[in-house]
């Protein structure tokens, strides 16, 4: 553990600066060597600060999972941004037209009666909506079955005056599944295919398609797979974690998030108890290890239960950790972590830089 960190008070979310621009980078130089532009998900981290960083970077502008979300990131002067969520309710079409007004911004849309209310709040304002259709990537999660089916919806919405058909996007969740990078090629090869044979379908039908929006965290780590979509939406990669350490996507080392707890209790000789629970860390769990992250330096010991403020560590000898001693754990699944606080420790070269506010903490509607 780095020395300074030692000193913070715990739990502490910590993130390494150094890390995460040489993941900005390498992810940027290999979606351009497959010549596809990056639009980060800002959801893995919901930082204003961050997400400059990505778009001054050379990312085309950030995606975000809800309207709260984008709202903060326009506050936080992000002026391109898709919503990857479909727009339903009258509160919520207010605020996408009051967005547009501000910065370019498109959402999904995966339902007539969805595209339906969307234009027709645009167009009584004079306005269109930029939407992509959501094509379903094998979850059925609300996106339009591939091929005739997205076809079918397109030419459906086409005519609506309050809206304006950008392109599709795709989300192939079934990737989480994969052991290995192999499997995950397969995955991504299965994503371009779909959404280019699906864009192809679409244009030989007259309805011309500019944005094929695709690459989970997964297969948007083998860009060279997905070439062919012109936009990828990769979000954890920014701060890696047990996930993608799990199938061979991320080392350690690539690592930038990094929650800091402190051993509060040794009830026997093989159990520690550390003041990190559910409330700083987080209750999911990776498909192919046991326990709730990683702790660095300590590959023998598994965090086997977590309360809100407690974290149960177990060791098959005797647990070396002691009360007092600091400890690092690399969680499972970083995007959780940076919605459970407000703001979080921004270090470079070993050295604390800056509190890093997690501007949409919270902001899920």
């Given at each position: 553990?780095?020395?300074?960190?030692?000193?913070?008070?715990?739990?502490?979310?910590?993130?390494?600066?150094?890390?995460?621009?040489?993941?900005?980078?390498?992810?940027?130089?290999?979606?351009?060597?497959?010549?596809?532009?990056?639009?980060?998900?800002?959801?893995?981290?919901?930082?204003?600060?961050?997400?400059?960083?990505?778009?001054?970077?050379?990312?085309?502008?950030?995606?975000?999972?809800?309207?709260?979300e984008?709202?903060?990131?326009?506050?936080?002067?992000?002026?391109?941004?898709f919503?990857?969520?479909?727009?339903?309710?009258?509160?919520?079409?207010?605020?996408?037209?009051?967005?547009?007004?501000?910065?370019?911004?498109?959402s999904?849309?995966?339902?007539?009666?969805?595209?339906?209310?969307?234009?027709?709040?645009?167009?009584?304002?004079?306005?269109?909506?930029d939407?992509?259709?959501?094509?379903?990537?094998?979850?059925?999660?609300?996106?339009?079955?591939?091929?005739?089916?997205?076809?079918?919806?397109?030419?459906?919405?086409?005519?609506?005056?309050?809206?304006?058909?950008?392109?599709?996007?795709?989300?192939?969740?079934?990737?989480?599944?994969?052991?290995?990078?192999?499997?995950i090629?397969?995955?991504?090869r299965?994503?371009?295919?779909?959404?280019?044979?699906?864009?192809?379908?679409?244009?030989?039908?007259?309805?011309?398609?500019?944005?094929l929006?695709?690459?989970?965290?997964?297969?948007?780590?083998?860009?060279?797979?997905?070439?062919?979509?012109?936009?990828?939406?990769?979000?954890?990669?920014?701060?890696?974690?047990?996930?993608?350490?799990?199938?061979?996507?991320?080392?350690?080392?690539?690592?930038?998030?990094?929650?800091?707890?402190?051993?509060?209790?040794?009830?026997?000789?093989?159990?520690?108890?550390?003041?990190?629970?559910t409330?700083?860390?987080?209750?999911?769990?990776?498909?192919?290890?046991?326990g709730?992250?990683?702790?660095?330096?300590?590959?023998?010991?598994?965090?086997?239960?977590?309360?809100?403020?407690?974290?149960?560590?177990?060791?098959?000898?005797?647990?070396?950790?002691?009360?007092?001693?600091?400890?690092?754990?690399?969680?499972?699944?970083?995007?959780?972590?940076?919605?459970l606080?407000?703001?979080?420790?921004?270090?470079?070269?070993g050295?604390?830089?800056?509190?890093?506010?997690?501007?949409a903490?919270?902001?899920?509607?």
């Amino acid at each position: 553990m780095k020395e300074e960190w030692k000193s913070l008070p715990t739990p502490a979310v910590v993130i390494d600066l150094d890390i995460v621009e040489k993941n900005i980078d390498e992810m940027l130089k290999g979606a351009e060597k497959a010549h596809i532009r990056h639009r980060p998900h800002i959801k893995t981290h919901r930082s204003g600060y961050l997400a400059e960083m990505q778009v001054r970077a050379g990312c085309i502008g950030i995606t975000a999972a809800k309207l709260g979300e984008a709202e903060a990131m326009a506050k936080a002067g992000i002026k391109d941004i898709f919503v990857a969520y479909p727009i339903i309710g009258e509160d919520k079409l207010e605020r996408l037209f009051r967005l547009s007004g501000q910065i370019r911004i498109s959402s999904a849309v995966n339902s007539y009666i969805g595209a339906e209310a969307l234009s027709s709040y645009f167009e009584k304002a004079g306005a269109k909506a930029d939407v992509l259709i959501e094509v379903d990537g094998g979850l059925n999660r609300g996106g339009i079955k591939p091929g005739k089916d997205t076809l079918g919806f397109a030419r459906r919405i086409r005519d609506l005056k309050g809206i304006r058909i950008r392109g599709l996007m795709y989300y192939g969740g079934l990737a989480y599944n994969s052991h290995n990078t192999e499997e995950i090629r397969t995955y991504a090869r299965q994503e371009r295919d779909i959404l280019v044979e699906t864009a192809q379908m679409l244009e030989k039908g007259g309805i011309p398609i500019e944005t094929l929006s695709a690459g989970s965290s997964f297969t948007g780590k083998v860009p060279e797979e997905m070439e062919g979509i012109t936009e990828i939406r990769s979000g954890h990669y920014i701060f890696n974690d047990c996930g993608q350490i799990d199938v061979g996507l991320a080392e350690e080392g690539q690592c930038a998030l990094r929650v800091v707890s402190t051993v509060v209790s040794k009830p026997d000789a093989h159990v520690v108890i550390a003041d990190v629970g559910t409330k700083s860390l987080t209750s999911d769990m990776c498909h192919y290890r046991k326990g709730y992250g990683q702790i660095v330096g300590h590959p023998g010991l598994e965090i086997y239960a977590l309360n809100e403020e407690h974290a149960f560590i177990r060791c098959e000898a005797e647990n070396p950790l002691q009360i007092g001693e600091k400890i690092e754990i690399i969680p499972n699944h970083a995007c959780v972590v940076t919605n459970l606080v407000d703001e979080a420790y921004g270090f470079r070269g070993g050295t604390f830089d800056r509190m890093i506010p997690i501007d949409a903490r919270g902001k899920s509607v």
